[in-house]
């Protein structure tokens, strides 16, 4: 499969990206280079929703991306969400091979150079890659409403109903297929309790307010199995 070649496994949320792609790009092509033709732009979203739909992907895959561009929309209505944020969305997971960090340092290089060659202004290429690089750990400075955005929006499966939420967790544990059930249960408590202990695990009022307390009860419920799973050790 080319590169420039989507795959069909889920007609509809593939149709509503393209659909949100198109959305975008009028916006997104007044703030770069004069002269742009207007298929360059359509092809680098066909390549992005290509990236999301690699076979590997299990939960940073084009549901994933729909789902934080749909929270954005949640988080600024009635208005749309800044540009920059919007595209640091398109970007965020762009890159994906399972390795933390790495993957979104990859990611935020790939926005810069894909920006740079539509002829993207500095500013917005900057701001974009730096939200990219936020959701390695998803902390966000005083002030910063572009990362609180894409955090939040990032971090919105935390609050999903517990039926989706336990999808979620299936999910996560088949990207990270290669390691043994001891390893990526470890792994994943750590992460889990780190979450838990933050003061704030969204960052806008908003977000607090959708998806707040439905986080804390998921994290608490996905805690516990992780420890009965570990056979307490966890503890």
Known sequence: MSRDEVPAEDPATLDRLHQEWARLAPELTRELATGIPEDSLALEGRRLITRWSEP???????HH??????????????????????????????????????????????????????????????????????????????????????????????????????????????????????????????????LLHRRHLFHTARGRELWHEPARRNLAAEIDACRRALGGAGA
């Open 56 to 62: 590997h992907r299990r939960y940073h895959d084009p």
């Open 65 to 194: 991306l729909l789902a934080t561009l749909e929270a954005l929309a949640r988080l600024t209505a009635p208005a749309d969400p800044p540009l920059p944020v919007r595209v640091a969305a398109w970007f965020h997971d762009a890159v994906h091979d399972g390795v933390a960090g790495d993957d979104e340092e990859a990611s935020a290089l790939l926005a810069e150079r894909v920006l740079a060659d539509l002829g993207g202004s500095p500013g917005l290429i900057a701001e974009v890659a730096r939200l990219v690089r936020l959701t390695v750990d998803h902390q966000v400075g005083p002030g910063d409403d572009h990362g609180a955005l894409l955090v939040d929006a990032d971090l919105s499966i935390l609050g999903s109903d517990e039926r989706t939420y336990r999808a979620y967790a299936l999910a996560v544990r088949r990207e990270y297929a290669h390691l043994d059930d001891v390893a990526f249960t470890t792994g994943r408590l750590a992460v889990l309790r780190a």
